[in-house]
């Protein structure tokens, strides 16, 4: 059984750059056909997918996000990584990374982590 686990502060400052990694257990993130995402829910508000790595290093993002975002993976550690810089308190949200077989789903997939809060703030 796969289990994803975010890890990261839980507080950053304005204009700094966030990054969380998500571990990988119980199976290998180069498997087919797989994508690795990213997702964030604002408090109060709806959840909004963020990008995604696949099985093959390959990397989409999110239009409204893409100038901002980055997400790398590490095969070895069975990690994949999200960076988003020039954070403002707007960014202010659970994050969740999770395991699909698409991107940009309107909906957390179940093979999900827990998510992890990240507060932007002074």
């Known amino acids: 059984q796969v289990q994803l686990q975010e890890s990261g502060p839980g507080l950053v400052k304005p204009s700094q750059t966030l990054s969380l990694t998500c571990t990988v257990s119980?199976?290998?993130?180069?498997?087919?056909?797989?994508?690795w995402n990213w997702f964030r829910q604002p408090p109060g508000k709806g959840l909004e997918w963020m990008g995604a790595?696949?099985?093959?290093?390959?990397?989409f993002y999110s239009p409204s996000l893409k100038s901002r975002t980055s997400i790398s993976r590490d095969t070895s550690k069975t990690q994949f990584t999200l960076q988003l810089s020039s954070v403002t308190p707007e960014d202010t949200a659970v994050y969740y990374c999770?395991?699909?077989?698409?991107?940009?789903?309107?909906?957390?997939?179940?093979?999900r982590g827990q998510g992890t809060l990240v507060t932007v703030s002074s």
């Open positions: 999770a395991r699909d077989s698409q991107m940009g789903r309107s909906s957390l997939p179940p093979f």
């Open positions: 119980g199976g290998s993130i180069t498997t087919n056909f797989y994508y």
């Open positions: 790595i696949t099985y093959m290093g390959s990397t």
